[in-house]
């Protein structure tokens, strides 16, 4: 990953994190988004899966 694209991920998570509410269920979608875009940021996927975020059903 070059270093334009891990900045247009923090940049993404970013603009998310600032529309997060507080409330739990309104937060659901923004907050699976952020996790998507962290796990891409820092090259993890679910342990025993070569399918990323089967393991944690995201």
Avoid: W, Y
């Amino acid at each position: 990953m070059t270093e334009q694209q891990k900045q247009a991920l923090e940049e993404a998570i970013a603009s998310l994190k600032s529309q997060l509410t507080g409330d739990m269920f309104a937060d659901m979608e923004v907050r699976d988004q952020i996790h998507n875009l962290e796990m891409q940021l820092k090259g993890v996927k679910p342990m025993d899966s070569h399918f990323d975020c089967i393991g944690c059903g995201s």
